[in-house]
């Protein structure tokens, strides 16, 4: 066990109102893992959370001990509530897991010692179906030149002047979200298409998409559309007998 985590105590202190120090995500480590422990974390205002490197081997990092200094940044944290909260508010939920952020682990409450810092990248957050209440945070890190796997949320704009919708038709989002591996600094929180110039049976597909050429789509078939509009179907009444 590191001395670091041994500094593990305390509650975060509240991150700065800025906004700047709000998408700055403090941490400090925790020693345990576990629902107990978990529980505690969260009676105390703070969210459990882990971080990792998504792929222990990275490109060009097959040399000397590069494996070794990938698998020693998994660390366990803690998040403060407060500050999480906020963060998911501004970025908005369906982003928050296609948006990085920079992290800061410091060895204890109020402690000015910085133990490490760096980019990464939410990839699961866990809530209460019942609530929404956040339990759990999963991050990877995200450091410049780092290639991730991440699902980009697809948002539709266009719909009040697309032309088949003006006649009646329906947007059939079959995509609401697309995979790509992509590097650290080319995430898009999100992907707009849009749907303005689209007639009824008009669709548009995933090579259509324009993004960043680093930016690879991780799909067996690009000719799967995103998106259609289709017409009404309107049935009519049966006649009487």
Same mark, same amino acid.
């Given at each position: ?48 959370? =882990? !971080? #990792? ?5 990275? @490109?060009?990092?097959?040399? %000397? $001990?590069?494996?070794? &200094? ?83 949320? =697809? !948002? #539709? ?5 697309? @032309?088949?919708?003006?006649? %009646? $038709?329906?947007?059939? &989002? ?68």
């Amino acid at each position: 066990m590191s001395n670091w985590s041994r500094a593990a105590v305390g509650v975060l202190r509240r991150a700065a109102d800025s906004a700047r120090s709000y998408h700055t995500i403090q941490a400090i480590p925790r020693e345990f893992a576990g629902s107990r422990v978990s529980a505690r974390d969260r009676a105390q205002g703070r969210i459990p959370a =882990v !971080v #990792f490197a998504q792929s222990h081997l990275q @490109p060009n990092a097959s040399h %000397g $001990g590069a494996a070794t &200094r990938w698998v020693a940044r998994k660390h366990l944290l803690t998040t403060e509530r407060k500050q999480i909260q906020s963060i998911v508010k501004s970025v908005e939920l369906p982003y928050f897991c296609s948006t990085t952020f920079r992290l800061q682990i410091r060895a204890g409450s109020g402690s000015s010692v910085l133990l490490e810092s760096g980019t990464v990248l939410p990839i699961k957050i866990h809530r209460n179906q019942e609530t929404g209440k956040i339990l759990n945070l999963v991050f990877v890190w995200a450091d410049e030149g780092m290639e991730l796997k991440v699902d980009v949320p =697809v !948002v #539709f704009k266009g719909e009040d002047t697309c @032309p088949g919708l003006k006649k %009646g $038709g329906n947007l059939n &989002r079959i995509r609401t979200a697309l995979k790509y591996l992509c590097p650290a600094e080319h995430i898009p929180p999100k992907i707009e298409v849009d749907v303005s110039n689209l007639d009824i049976g008009d669709k548009i597909f995933m090579n259509d998409i324009e993004v960043h050429p680093s930016m690879k789509l991780l799909s067996k078939d690009e000719s799967i559309p995103i998106c259609k509009v289709v017409a009404t179907n309107v049935e009519k009444p049966e006649s009487a007998r």
